[in-house]
T-cell receptor
């Protein structure tokens, strides 16, 4: 079974631009979460999508947004990029059966974004 | 606010040594604690712990959770250079009986194993 895939793997942008990152979950997984990883702040939760709905959101400004498609693929968008947005953006997927079942999140390789 | 603290932040050992990594947490509505290993890119899953006192093992790695004292340890015996990585502890909270995909991570422990 293929793992979580993310595209692109590397990206260089300039301040003020916007960027869209893509995540394809493991086949059959319906929940996708996004995280930002920086040396200073570590791994921080951005948001989670399930069945095309955002169910949970971390403490990030509105410039960070996302969406999920009917095939469970997800995109996140960052508008008006700032230098501090340089980070590794990771997405993680899981099946999500609901009913209190505990399921592991599996991470993709990440997209490394550099804002100049 | 939910908080996960790992210690030590970095550790340097020689091959064959045994290491113990610590993770303490303050999370409302605890659901599960997970350990991940991150080498260069994606964190790879090691263990999920939900019940106190039950040790999980995988080869030379083992982990246990203490829900009363709110901590977990990850043990690695007979370390090898391939164990060099960042070890991340994350806690998942429970929102009204369902889990909404948010993991709160600790800062990570950087383990370096010298030959």
């Amino acid at each position: 079974k293929a793992g979580v895939t993310q595209t692109p793997r590397y990206l260089i942008k300039t301040r003020g631009q916007q960027v869209t990152l893509s995540c394809s979950p493991i086949s059959g997984h319906r929940s996708v979460s996004w995280y930002q990883q920086t040396p200073g702040q570590g791994l921080q939760f951005l948001f989670e999508y399930f069945s095309e709905t955002q169910r949970n959101k971390g403490n990030f400004p509105g410039r960070f947004s996302g969406r999920q498609f009917s095939n469970s693929r997800s995109e996140m968008n960052v508008s008006t990029l700032e230098l501090g947005d340089s980070a590794l953006y990771l997405c993680a997927s899981r099946w999500y059966r609901g009913g209190g079942a505990q399921e592991t999140q599996y991470f993709g390789p990440g997209t490394r974004l550099l804002v100049l | 606010e939910d908080k996960v603290v790992q210690s030590p932040l970095s550790l340097v050992v020689h091959e064959g040594d045994t290491v113990t990594l610590n993770c303490s947490y303050e999370v409302t509505n605890f659901r599960s604690l997970l350990w991940y290993k991150q080498e260069k890119k994606a964190p790879t899953f090691l263990f999920m712990l939900t019940s106190s006192g039950i040790e999980k093992k995988s080869g030379r790695l083992s982990s246990i959770l203490d829900k009363k004292e709110l901590f977990s340890i990850l043990n690695i015996t007979a370390t090898q250079t391939g164990d060099s990585a960042v070890y991340l502890c994350a806690v998942e909270w429970n929102a009204g009986g369902t889990s909404y995909g948010k993991l709160t991570f600790g800062q990570g422990t950087i383990l370096t194993v010298h030959p």
